[in-house]
């Protein structure tokens, strides 16, 4: 399979007053490849938007580089950069701020094919309109006139209208009711089918991670603990926080397992060694001193895990 995207040794910081340093995203090395969909899991401040934004170029790495279609992308100017945004774009948690209130839609999903110079943009809007299974009449009305559901299929079709070869979709779903969160679910697997594009789904939802993703990456205070084939992760957790997060989610044939000890460390001074020892249940001595890094763990599969859950 061809690789669309690939991560190498990601370091995003955030300046602090004081002198301190946030550590957003901390030496993470991926891939995406063509048509398939990635998910970024984790609780919420563990990174994933943080580094979603950098691997479209949204954000620059502090260091490392992101290279897509083989080209190094991270470190160029927003000009250099821009005939690269038309391959990649984001589908943003909040509809609501993905357009401008006082354009129709109509108008703000043709504003980027002009800016790129297309043609037909009448129809390359109704042609949206349709994948998205909204009526092409909708393009004259205000975004506030949609509801939640409406919107976010909206939003799924501006990121789509240069026809992009990557989506980086940052919690699609969270916001909205469960019924209306099944039908963005499917439409992002038939758009997947039809179009061919690659995805990075940011979420906290495993139930819907398992629904839409074909490999997993778990990430836990800025860096990769567990990466590997969607059903393997999370029917066989490698890394003990994947499992802590699997067991947090309700199911009605066990009891809900005692919480994980203590609080997420501050990512401004991150623990030393395996960054999750000081809440593992199974840390060992050599946890707090050796930080592991990502290495195979069976066929497809990489763990940062001393003592790994399955061999």
């Known amino acids: 399979m061809n690789v669309l995207l690939e991560a190498r040794r990601l370091e995003k910081q955030y300046k602090l007053g004081g002198g301190r340093v946030l550590h957003a995203v901390s030496d993470v090395s991926l891939q995406v490849h063509r048509g398939e969909a ?19 170029g949204l954000t620059q790495p502090t260091s490392g580089e992101v290279l897509f279609d083989g080209h190094r992308i991270s470190g160029l100017s927003d000009h250099a950069l821009r005939p690269w945004r038309a391959r990649m774009q984001m589908v943003f948690q909040d509809s609501s701020a993905a357009f401008n209130p006082r354009r129709t839609v109509g108008e703000s999903l043709a504003e980027p094919l002009r800016i790129h110079g297309r043609k037909n943009i009448r129809a390359r809007v109704d ?20 509801s939640g559901g409406q919107r976010q ?41 039809s179009l061919g594009v690659a995805c990075v789904f940011i979420s906290h939802d495993l139930s819907v991670v398992r629904q839409m993703a074909d490999r997993i990456a778990v990430m836990y205070l800025g860096s990769i603990v567990e990466e590997g084939d969607g059903l393997e992760v999370l029917d066989r957790p490698a890394h003990p926080y994947t499992k802590a997060l699997l ?8 009891p809900l397992p005692p919480p994980l000890k203590g609080d997420v460390p501050s990512p401004v001074n991150p623990p030393s060694g395996c960054r999750f020892h000081t809440r593992c249940p199974i840390a060992q001595p050599k946890c707090a001193t050796d930080r592991p890094s990502l290495q195979p763990c069976g066929v497809g599969r990489r763990v940062a895990c001393h003592y790994p859950l399955v061999a």
């Open 247 to 254: 067991d947090a989610v309700p199911r009605p044939d066990r």
């Open 38 to 56: 990635l998910a970024l899991v984790g609780e919420s401040g563990c990174g994933k938007s943080s580094l979603g934004r950098t691997l479209i």
């Open 127 to 146: 042609d949206l309109l349709d994948q998205v299974g909204l009526a092409r009449s909708v393009a004259d009305r205000y975004p506030h006139e949609f």
């Open 153 to 193: 299929r909206l939003n799924i079709a501006r990121a789509l209208v240069l026809g992009p070869d990557l989506l980086v979709a940052d919690e699609p779903v969270s916001a909205l009711d469960v019924s209306v969160q099944a039908q963005i679910v499917n439409l992002f697997r038939d758009l997947r089918a």
